[in-house]
C-alpha cells in the first residue's frame, strides 16, 4: 500500500556454489605397476583403501540463500495456493480463515515452530458474496461490468428497476429529487473522465527516480495526510449524499469506480449512511491538534445500520448510462445479489510461526505481511505475494539449517485494509500498547508516550521487515527515518546489487503494517519496490489475480526479504532504533481507505 534510493554499493561476488547435497565419494583404487622388484603383499594384509575427500568449506550463507532461493523457490505454489484455491479474503470471512490455518499448517510442515493463530478484536462481521450479475434490459440488453461493495446487504430476488442519474453538485441540489428516488437505482457521482493510455501501464522504477528516493530529506516530526479544501468538500458531500438517497429509499446505489479503465474497476467496502467521513479537524482550526473527528461507523460493525446495496462499475459502463439517461433514455437493470454475512466469531486472526534462534534465542526478529484481501479479485499483489514472500523466506532459512542467533518469528496479519488492526494489536499484546486510534485506523505517528508501561518482548526486539506494495520486485529499504540502519543496510545490499536492490531512503513510507511497530518505537521496515502495475491494474481491482504476478521479482524479493532476516538474526547487538522525536500532532490514516468516487 500501501516508494526511494540511489546509493549504489559494490557488490561483492559470490564464489562459492552449494554443494551440501553432493556426497564425496571414493576414487577407485590405482593401478600398481608391475616391477620385476615388485614384493607380493603379506597375505595377512588388505589392500589400502583410498581416503574419502575431504568436505568443501561451507558456503556464504547469503550465496547459499540465493541459490535455494532461485533453484527450489515455492515462492509461486503458495501463492497459487492462497488466490486460485482460497480465493480473496476480506477480513472476518471463512475464506481469511481457512488462509490462515493453511498458512499455519504450511509453516508448521516445513518445519518452522509454535506455528499458531493469534486472535485479536472483536473486528465485527464477516461477510461472503454468494451471487451477482447486472445486466440493463431496457431499452436493449447491455452486460455490466460491476463488483458489490463489500458488506453490501442481498437483494431480495432480482431487482428490476429504473436508473436514475443523481447530478447534484452541491447539498442545495438535493432537494430537487426529493420523492423521486423511492425503488430506484441510482447513479451516484458524475462521469469521469477517460482517456487514452499512451503510458505502459508496467513500470520499474527510473534511475532518476531510485536516486531522488536516495536525497530525499530525512522525514520531519509530523507524519500523515494533509487534506486540501476540496478534497474535505468531496468526502464530505459524498457523506450527506449516502444519507440523503437511503433516507429517499433508493433500492442500489452505483458509483463510477475511482481510477482503472478498460473493464478494470476498483472495489472496497460500503458506505453507512449518517456515519461522518473520515476527516481530522479542518487545518488551522483551533482543535486541529487534539481533536479527534466523530467516530466513523464501520459497515462490519456487530450494530452498524442498515445498508443500502452498493455497487462499483466500470467507468466505461458507468459512463454510458449517463450519457443515456441525459439522452432522454429510460434504462431499467436487472440486478442479483446474495451475500452471507458471519457473526458466530467476530474475532479475526494473525498467523504466526518461529524458527528458534540459538545463543540469542530470547530476542525476536520479525517479517511479514497482511494477509487479507479486499474482494474485487483474489489480493494477489494486495497482499498475497507479500505473504508468499515472507513464507518463502522462512521455508529457505528453516531448509538451509543456517541456525540464526536471535529467533525470528513470521506474522500474517488480518484486519490490514480496515486500518492495520492486525498487526497493531499484535504490537499492543507482545511489545507496547498502540496510541489511541482517532477515527477508527492506526495512528500513523511515532508514538512519544512515556507513561505507557512496555511489555517484556520490547526490549528483546530487534527489527520488523514487511512487504506490501505488489509483485514488484525489491529496490531498497525505507530507512523510516533510522538513519543509524544506513550503514548496516548499506553493506547488506552489496550482495543484491546485480539483482537491482542498491537504494536507501530516509523517507517515510505509510499506508501498511510496519506502521505499527514504528509507532510505538520499535525499528519497522517496508521495502522499497518496483510499481509493476500496481497503482495502475491491481492494487483493489478486480484484476488482483494470479496472473499480474511476476515470478522472478517474488523470487528476488524472498531471497532478499531471509538474507536482511538472517543478517539481523546474527548481529552482535540488536538492530539501532531511532530517537523518539518531540511528539506530532497524530494524523489519521483512515481516509485513504474511502476516498471519494467523484
Not at 71 to 89: E, H, N
Not at 261 to 276: H, I, R
Not at 417 to 429: K, N
Amino acid at each position: 500500500m500501501p516508494r526511494t534510493s540511489g546509493i549504489v554499493l559494490a557488490l561483492a561476488a559470490s564464489g562459492w556454489l552449494w554443494t551440501s547435497d553432493l556426497r564425496a565419494q571414493a576414487p577407485p583404487p590405482a593401478k600398481a605397476e608391475a616391477t620385476q622388484d615388485a614384493k607380493k603383499p603379506e597375505p595377512s594384509k588388505t589392500p589400502t583403501e583410498a581416503k574419502p575427500e575431504p568436505p568443501k568449506p561451507p558456503a556464504d550463507p547469503i550465496d547459499r540463500i540465493k541459490e535455494e532461493g532461485d533453484k527450489r523457490s515455492q515462492v509461486m505454489a503458495t501463492l497459487s495456493y492462497l488466490t486460485d484455491v482460497i480465493g480473496p479474503r476480506l477480513t472476518g470471512s471463512p475464506n481469511l480463515k481457512r488462509a490462515n490455518e493453511w498458512t499455519r499448517d504450511a509453516l508448521a510442515n516445513w518445519g518452522l515452530e509454535n506455528a499458531h493463530l493469534e486472535a485479536w478484536g472483536p473486528f465485527g462481521k464477516g461477510w461472503t458474496l454468494k451471487r451477482f450479475s447486472a445486466q440493463v434490459i431496457e431499452p436493449q440488453c447491455i452486460p455490466l461490468i460491476a463488483v458489490p461493495k463489500a458488506w453490501s446487504p442481498s437483494i431480495e430476488g432480482t431487482l428490476t428497476a429504473e436508473v436514475v442519474y443523481f447530478d447534484a453538485k452541491t447539498e442545495a441540489d438535493f432537494e430537487k429529487y426529493k420523492g423521486k428516488l423511492k425503488g430506484a437505482v441510482v447513479l451516484t457521482s458524475a462521469p469521469p473522465e477517460v482517456l487514452a493510455r499512451f503510458a505502459p501501464l508496467a513500470s520499474r522504477r527510473t534511475d532518476k527516480e531510485l536516486l531522488d528516493l536516495a536525497d530525499a530529506p530525512e522525514p520531519g516530526g509530523r507524519r500523515g495526510r494533509t487534506f486540501d479544501p476540496k478534497l474535505r468538500a468531496q468526502m464530505e458531500l459524498a457523506s450527506k449524499k449516502t444519507k440523503f438517497l437511503a433516507d429517499e429509499g433508493a433500492a442500489l446505489l452505483i458509483d463510477p469506480s475511482r481510477t482503472g479503465d478498460g473493464g478494470t474497476l476498483f472495489v472496497q467496502s460500503a458506505s453507512v449512511p449518517g456515519s461522518p467521513p473520515p476527516l481530522p479537524p479542518s487545518e488551522g482550526s483551533p482543535d486541529a491538534a487534539r481533536t479527534p473527528p466523530p467516530r466513523r461507523i464501520s459497515p462490519w460493525d456487530k450494530d452498524a445500520p442498515k445498508i443500502i446495496p452498493q455497487l462499483v462499475m466500470a467507468k466505461e459502463h458507468y459512463n454510458r448510462l449517463v450519457r443515456m439517461i441525459q439522452q432522454g433514455e429510460k434504462i431499467k437493470v436487472a440486478v442479483d445479489l446474495a451475500v452471507e454475512f458471519h457473526g458466530d466469531d467476530l474475532n479475526a486472526y494473525n498467523t504466526v510461526a518461529e524458527l528458534p534462534g540459538t545463543d540469542r534465542k530470547d530476542e525476536i526478529v520479525m517479517l511479514g505481511g497482511h494477509i487479507d484481501s479486499w474482494h474485487g479479485g483474489v489480493g494477489a499483489t494486495d497482499n498475497a505475494a507479500g505473504v508468499a514472500v515472507a513464507m518463502e523466506a522462512m521455508r529457505i532459512l528453516k531448509a538451509l539449517d543456517l541456525k540464526p542467533r536471535r529467533t525470528v518469528r513470521i506474522g500474517l496479519w488480518s484486519g490490514e485494509e480496515q486500518g492495520l488492526h492486525g498487526s497493531r494489536a499484535y504490537v499492543s499484546e507482545h511489545f507496547r500498547k498502540a496510541p489511541e486510534d482517532r477515527g477508527g485506523a492506526a495512528s500513523e505517528d511515532v508514538d512519544t508516550r512515556e507513561n505507557v508501561a512496555s511489555k517484556p518482548e520490547y526490549d528483546k526486539f530487534s527489527a520488523y521487515y514487511n512487504l506490501d506494495n505488489g509483485t514488484g520486485k525489491i529496490r531498497g529499504v525505507y530507512l523510516q527515518g533510522n538513519e543509524a540502519a544506513r550503514p548496516i543496510f548499506r553493506k547488506w545490499l552489496q550482495p543484491f546489487r546485480e539483482m537491482g536492490a542498491t537504494t536507501l531512503t530516509s523517507s517515510n513510507t505509510g499506508g501498511t503494517d510496519h506502521l505499527s511497530f514504528d509507532g510505538v518505537g520499535l525499528p519497522g521496515f517496508q521495502f522499497i519496490q518496483d510499481e509493476v502495475e500496481y497503482g495502475t491494474r491491481t492494487h483493489h481491482s478486480n484484476m488482483d489475480v494470479y496472473d499480474r504476478a511476476q515470478a522472478d521479482d517474488l523470487k528476488q524479493a524472498a531471497v532478499i526479504m531471509a538474507a536482511f532476516v538472517y543478517n539481523t538474526a546474527m548481529l552482535d547487538e540488536k538492530l539501532p532504533r531511532k530517537p523518539i522525536p518531540p511528539r506530532a500532532r497524530p494524523a489519521v490514516r483512515a481516509a485513504a481507505l474511502d476516498a471519494p468516487t467523484q
